[in-house]
């Protein structure tokens, strides 16, 4: 009887959560309908967040050149949260920037932060291994992006699109047509300067106050499996979920993705994989 007890507040506590979804470069808020649709029909929270230039943001990736500018509508979500009020942070991608970044300036704000296939960097790009470990190297595939020099030709570029004629090899192999399709049609260019620009310093608040999860995508071709297992070592989480799937596992593997969220959740990181 009491265990029954336990098991309903728990799933009471679980349909309480408010899960944040965050996009990675060149996405947005509808790279996550699948997953949304099957969180919001099963009783949960979703808020998704198009981060500047990205989803219908109107912004030009080129005019945005810091990743404070890049990631301020994910600040001024958190910052309009009430302070009581915890949420779970799903970073996907370079969407795991984000989330250090608000795990930095709001502990006290998230129960739980997920990395998905992302990068996870604790104070973002400081040195080379930084880049080698957290920045995606897709040279092996050839002239592959489409790039914007906002500052001028002689300068480095400010933004980056991987071509359509190399996305769904690179991106979403594993992926249905549709959904390859679908994106190709709404992908932007990413602000890939201020992108390479985020780091972040520790300070008052503890960012190791923050749970954190990382979900493995064995099949990414982006971030490889290579680098997400060294930034584990580097910064290890409470706790690994692993997944076959290529780069977008909301388009690939959007059931399994739903079940590890949710079991993340559940176990506050501290669940056996």
């Known amino acids: 009887?009491?265990?029954?007890?336990?098991?309903?507040?728990?799933?009471?506590?679980?349909?309480?959560?408010?899960?944040?979804?965050?996009?990675?470069i060149s996405g947005g808020s509808w790279c996550w309908y699948k997953l949304r649709c099957l969180m919001e029909?099963?009783?949960?929270?979703?808020?998704?967040?198009?981060?500047?230039?990205?989803?219908?943001?109107?912004?030009?990736?080129?005019?945005?050149?810091?990743?404070?500018?890049?990631?301020?509508?994910?600040?001024?979500?958190?910052?309009?949260?009430?302070?009581?009020?915890?949420?779970?942070?799903?970073?996907?991608?370079?969407?795991?920037?984000s989330v250090t970044e608000a795990s930095h300036r709001f502990p006290e704000k998230i129960s739980l932060a997920i990395y998905l296939g992302a990068t996870m960097l604790k104070t973002g790009f400081w040195t080379e291994q930084d880049v080698k470990d957290g920045a995606p190297d897709l040279s092996e595939f050839g002239d592959v992006f489409e790039f914007g020099f906002g500052l001028g030709p002689d300068q480095?570029?400010?933004?980056?699109?991987?071509?359509?004629?190399?996305?769904?090899?690179?991106?979403?192999?594993?992926?249905?047509q549709e959904d390859s399709t679908l994106a190709a049609m709404l992908l932007r260019p990413g602000p890939i300067k201020a992108l390479m620009s985020a780091?972040?310093?520790?300070?008052?608040?503890?960012?190791?106050?923050?749970?954190?999860?990382?979900?493995?995508?064995?099949?990414?071709?982006?971030?490889?499996?290579?680098?997400?297992?060294?930034?584990?070592?580097?910064?290890?989480?409470?706790?690994?979920?692993?997944?076959?799937?290529?780069?977008?596992?909301?388009?690939?593997?959007?059931f399994l993705l739903f079940g590890l969220l949710v079991k993340a959740a559940a176990t506050g990181g501290c669940g056996s994989s």
């Open 156 to 176: 480095p570029p400010t933004s980056a699109l991987v071509k359509k004629e190399f996305q769904r090899n690179i991106i979403y192999q594993l992926s249905p």
């Open 1 to 24: 009887m009491g265990e029954e007890v336990a098991d309903k507040m728990l799933d009471r506590e679980l349909l309480q959560a408010h899960f944040v979804l965050v996009h990675g």
């Open 41 to 97: 029909n099963s009783g949960y929270r979703v808020s998704c967040v198009d981060l500047k230039a990205s989803g219908i943001d109107r912004s030009d990736a080129d005019s945005v050149l810091s990743f404070q500018e890049y990631n301020k509508p994910l600040i001024d979500f958190m910052s309009a949260l009430p302070i009581h009020h915890k949420v779970i942070l799903v970073g996907h991608s370079a969407g795991g920037l």
């Open 199 to 254: 780091r972040f310093e520790e300070g008052k608040n503890d960012v190791e106050n923050v749970p954190r999860v990382y979900i493995k995508t064995t099949q990414d071709r982006v971030v490889k499996p290579e680098q997400q297992e060294a930034m584990i070592r580097r910064w290890p989480p409470s706790q690994v979920y692993t997944l076959e799937s290529d780069h977008s596992p909301f388009f690939s593997a959007p």
